[in-house]
């Protein structure tokens, strides 16, 4: 069984940020194999840095449902291979860098919350899987 893996540009510097990142993360880790990478380079760095088959997270990606995004979700889960995301650093990835993307939403954000999105859309991706009352539709 695949893990999922974050990859986060550097640590939420804002307490509260962090904090819910954690939350998310504590929540997933004893059900999901889920590993969080935290790493502070330039932009090209950082990107070159991260798996080609990494998906980038970016306002102009590919859109998901928070429902269809739990059937990918289903699929990285049990997949042999790891799946890796990717948070951008402050300015984004650069542009026609060749990765896949999916986008959180349209309108921007800052990264940190950006990160914490993403947590949050995992763990509900888990409860949707599960059938539980967290996500209410």
Known sequence: MGRVVVHLHGK???RNMAMLVEEYSQRLKSRVRLEIHSVKLVAREYLSSLPDSTIL????GEE???TE???RFAEWTISQEDTHLAIGPADGFP???G???ISL???TMPHELAAVV???QLYRSYEIGRGSAYHRA
């Not at 997270?57 to 102009?60: H, I, K, S, V």
């Open 12 to 14: 939420p510097s804002d």
């Open 57 to 60: 997270l970016d306002e102009g």
């Open 64 to 66: 998901f449902t928070s």
């Open 69 to 71: 995004f739990a059937e």
């Open 95 to 97: 542009k026609n860098n």
């Open 99 to 101: 990765y896949k993307s």
């Open 105 to 107: 939403s349209t309108m």
């Open 118 to 120: 993403l947590m949050e």
